[in-house]
């Protein structure tokens, strides 16, 4: 009848972004130095962020990590 009941269970919603996980990536061979230590830098400030605002990934892991360019 379009009568929502409230979860008591909090969930998060992401933007879509379009890429190749990290794991296919490295899948391929090695990759630079430049730019697996530019992409950790990334992922590093991304989980400070979350982590700031209260939320824990809980699985980090290549292929949870989404390289867009």
């Given at each position: 009848m379009?009568?929502?009941?409230?979860?008591?269970?909090?969930?998060?919603?992401?933007?879509?972004?379009?890429?190749?996980?990290?794991?296919?990536?490295?899948?391929?061979?090695?990759?630079?130095?430049?730019?697996?230590?530019?992409?950790?830098?990334?992922?590093a400030?991304?989980?400070?962020?979350?982590?700031?605002?209260?939320?824990i990934?809980?699985?980090?892991k290549?292929?949870?990590?989404?390289?867009?360019?």
């Amino acid at each position: 009848m379009g009568i929502a009941t409230p979860r008591k269970t909090p969930y998060l919603v992401m933007e879509f972004l379009e890429g190749q996980p990290l794991d296919r990536i490295l899948e391929k061979g090695s990759i630079p130095f430049s730019k697996a230590s530019a992409w950790a830098a990334e992922v590093a400030c991304a989980l400070s962020v979350a982590h700031r605002k209260g939320v824990i990934h809980g699985d980090v892991k290549p292929a949870n990590m989404l390289i867009t360019r």
